[in-house]
Nanobody, 118 residues
Framework: VQVVESGGGLVHAGGSLELSCSASGRSFSIYNMGWHRQAPGNQRELVASITSGGRTYYADSVKGRFAISRDNAKNTIYLQMNSTKPEDTAVYFC?????????????WGQGTQVTISS
């Protein structure tokens, strides 16, 4: 499974940005997917996730500002980032959790840089 992120860039604080993540495979609709981020000197943290059934989770730090969604027809998930803050600056990584043999294997993308200027 290949995971590829896109959409990162530089925006001013308060602005919006949409990240996209595509994952290969015929069974995308059963993958649980998510977005993590890692800022310099920090550990990677979960930002948002979406299950195969469409249930979503958000970290407290982004609740009400970010929205995760998926389009199974396009093998793609999205992260709509609104009301951005400088502390949202990080490399954003997409993960695909692929069911296999009763468990799941996590695939990662290469990451996309998001920079929020103050």
């Amino acid at each position: 499974v290949q995971v590829v992120e896109s959409g990162g860039g530089l925006v001013h604080a308060g602005g919006s940005l949409e990240l996209s993540c595509s994952a290969s495979g015929r069974s995308f609709s059963i993958y649980n997917m998510g977005w993590h981020r890692q800022a310099p000197g920090n550990q990677r943290e979960l930002v948002a996730s979406i299950t195969s059934g469409g249930r979503t989770y958000y970290a407290d730090s982004v609740k009400g500002r970010f929205a995760i969604s998926r389009d199974n027809a396009k093998n793609t998930i999205y992260l709509q980032m609104n009301s951005t803050k400088p502390e949202d600056t990080a490399v954003y990584f997409c993960n695909a959790d692929v069911p296999t043999g009763g468990t799941a294997f996590r695939y990662w993308g290469q990451g996309t840089q998001v920079t929020i200027s103050s």
